[in-house]
């Protein structure tokens, strides 16, 4: 069934490998809810599994073992008690693996972290059936996958007892880029120009649940008035429910999340702790990895900086989309979005969600320049001296000699540079160049939605990229 998932080369690759590998495999798959996870392993292995599960979302440790026990007996022909503890549970479930003659014995634990229940001893349990039973097999393929990103990266991927280096290999599920998504409108035949693939990503990021939801034959802003804006709409409670499954105390990174939302360019940590009026030390050290990890966010410096003055900043499209126009709907416009085009509001989002855009395909960026092999740093720069302060949103520090400032604007057609925007480049690249005090050659590239219009002031930019770059 690998011919009904979309994009994903990468991750099926390493997934036939686990398969066709000569020992046993304890593979962990994570990343944030609605990214493919479960899809992904069910097209895979669907008809292989030996045994899967699922654990129960907010159940307690009884119930979590019948339903274990009910899943093993209905799988296993069985009639197994209701196991008492996770040992026991897990002893009957290799019980059951020894009679089985299949070569490769698929194992597939689905929202795992839902299981490990407060006092319930599971990690404990768990880490027994593979170190004393499943790791000294050769027939063994483990997968275990939730949402839950931090329990993942805690217990399994940063486990430092029982589990400790015992993952023989990991997949972080990454939202699909521009081209994946423009792959996954083909496959569903659904007709939408790059610009509208575009839009869908600014709002929604690529996260293939949220990319099942378009309808064919309307456009982008029915289709968003359709899934957020509805009294009935099916994604309308979703950022809740997406905090609420990756981690637990949500409402702490919710907070940390909406100060963010704030402050495009990002906060200090003692910024965050003000706006977000939560205390520091190992709790906010937490979360911001958890966030970052599940990239919502991303730390940085600007070029020259030192680490102490790092910065965080919030890298989720669906996110921001929330913040800037969900929590905006204050009298429940069922049109909010197709009112909201053309506004002052739309047009600074716009604009912003765009600079987001390049951010998230940097790679790509690197790839149309022809720099892929090339070692480079991102990094972002803010003037301390003119007024008001010239900044660069995007800066690719090249090991071969070469600076690029990426100017990144988003218009519905071809740009065009007047002579007051040119004064503004050349003012930009002038302190840069100063107060960097940088020995490369510096070299401006703009990026644009459709391209620019060549005209006088155009000379100025050293290389030009479209929206066409960001799906290579």
């Given at each position: ?5 979309s994009?994903?080369?990468q991750?099926k690759?390493?997934?036939r ?7 046993s ?7 944030r809810?609605?990214?493919g ?6 097209e895979?292995?669907a ?5 899967e ?5 907010n159940?307690?440790?009884?119930s979590?073992?019948?339903n274990?026990?009910l899943t093993l007996n209905?799988?296993?022909g ?5 196991a008492e ?11 059951y693996?020894e009679?089985k003659?299949?070569k490769?014995k698929?194992?597939f634990f689905?929202?795992?972290?839902w299981m490990?229940?407060?006092?319930s001893d599971f ?5 027994h059936f593979w170190?004393a039973?499943?790791?000294?097999r ?13 329990w ?7 486990n ?13 599920l990454k939202p699909f880029?521009?081209l994946?998504c423009?792959?996954y409108?083909?496959?569903q035949?659904?007709s ?6 575009a839009?869908?990503?600014m709002i929604?990021?690529?996260i ?5 939801k378009?309808k064919k034959?309307?456009?982008?802003p029915?289709n968003?008035?359709?899934l957020f804006f ?7 409670n979703e950022?809740k429910n997406?905090?609420?499954?990756l981690f637990?105390?949500s409402?702490e990174y919710v ?6 939302s704030?402050?495009s360019?990002?906060l ?7 706006v977000?009026?939560?205390s520091?030390?190992g ?6 990895q958890n966030l ?7 730390r ?5 900086k ?6 965080y ?14 929590t ?10 197709a ?8 047009n600074?989002?716009?604009?912003f969600?765009f ?12 790839r149309?320049l022809?720099?892929?092999g090339?070692q480079?740093?991102v990094?972002?720069w ?14 690719i520090?090249r090991?071969d000699?070469?600076?690029?400032l ?7 057609r071809?740009?065009a540079i007047?002579k007051?925007?040119?004064d503004?480049l050349?003012?930009?690249?002038s ?6 005090k940088?020995?490369k050659?510096?070299?401006?590239l703009m990026?644009t939605t ?7 002031y ?6 030009e990229l479209t929206?066409d770059?960001l799906?290579?």
């Amino acid at each position: 069934m690998e011919n009904n998932i979309s994009g994903r080369e990468q991750e099926k690759s390493i997934l036939r490998g686990v398969y066709s590998s000569d020992k046993s495999e304890f593979m962990a798959i994570y990343g944030r809810r609605r990214v493919g996870k479960t899809f992904l392993i069910r097209e895979m292995f669907a008809d292989k599994f030996t045994f899967e599960i699922s654990g129960l979302a907010n159940a307690k440790t009884k119930s979590q073992l019948l339903n274990f026990t009910l899943t093993l007996n209905q799988q296993s022909g069985g009639n197994h008690k209701v196991a008492e503890n996770w040992l026991e549970a897990f002893t009957q479930l290799a019980g059951y693996l020894e009679h089985k003659t299949e070569k490769r014995k698929i194992l597939f634990f689905d929202e795992i972290p839902w299981m490990d229940t407060p006092r319930s001893d599971f990690l404990t349990a768990f880490e027994h059936f593979w170190n004393a039973w499943a790791s000294a097999r050769k027939d063994i393929v483990l997968i275990v996958c939730g949402s839950a990103t931090s329990w993942i990266i805690s217990n399994l991927i940063n486990n430092y007892g029982g589990l400790h280096n015992r993952l023989t290999t990991s997949i972080f599920l990454k939202p699909f880029t521009l081209l994946e998504c423009e792959k996954y409108f083909k496959a569903q035949k659904i007709s939408v120009s790059r610009k509208q693939i575009a839009e869908y990503y600014m709002i929604m990021g690529g996260i293939p649940f949220y990319l099942s939801k378009i309808k064919k034959g309307l456009s982008v802003p029915q289709n968003i008035d359709n899934l957020f804006f509805d009294t009935k709409s099916e994604l309308r409670n979703e950022f809740k429910n997406l905090y609420a499954a990756l981690f637990r105390k949500s409402d702490e990174y919710v907070k940390v999340v909406e100060a963010l939302s704030k402050k495009s360019k990002g906060l200090t940590r003692s910024e965050i702790e003000n706006v977000a009026k939560i205390s520091g030390g190992g709790t906010l050290t937490k979360i911001l990895q958890n966030l970052e990890y599940c990239d919502f966010i991303r730390r940085y410096s600007d070029f020259n900086k030192k680490k102490r003055d790092v910065l965080y900043q919030l890298i989720d499209p669906f996110t921001l989309f929330y913040f800037k126009f969900i929590t905006k709907n204050e009298f429940n416009d069922e049109h909010f979005w197709a009112n909201s085009l053309g506004t002052p509001l739309h047009n600074t989002w716009a604009g912003f969600a765009f600079e987001m855009l390049a951010l998230l395909h940097t790679t790509e960026i690197k790839r149309a320049l022809g720099i892929s092999g090339i070692q480079s740093a991102v990094s972002a720069w803010r003037s301390t001296k003119t007024s008001p302060a010239a900044q660069i949103d995007l800066l690719i520090n090249r090991k071969d000699g070469i600076i690029n400032l990426v100017e990144i604007k988003f218009s519905d057609r071809i740009f065009a540079i007047t002579k007051t925007y040119e004064d503004n480049l050349q003012n930009k690249i002038s302190a840069f160049k100063e107060e960097s005090k940088t020995s490369k050659s510096v070299h401006l590239l703009m990026l644009t939605t459709f391209g620019i219009k060549q005209n006088k002031y155009a000379g100025l930019i050293q290389k030009e990229l479209t929206l066409d770059h960001l799906f290579l």
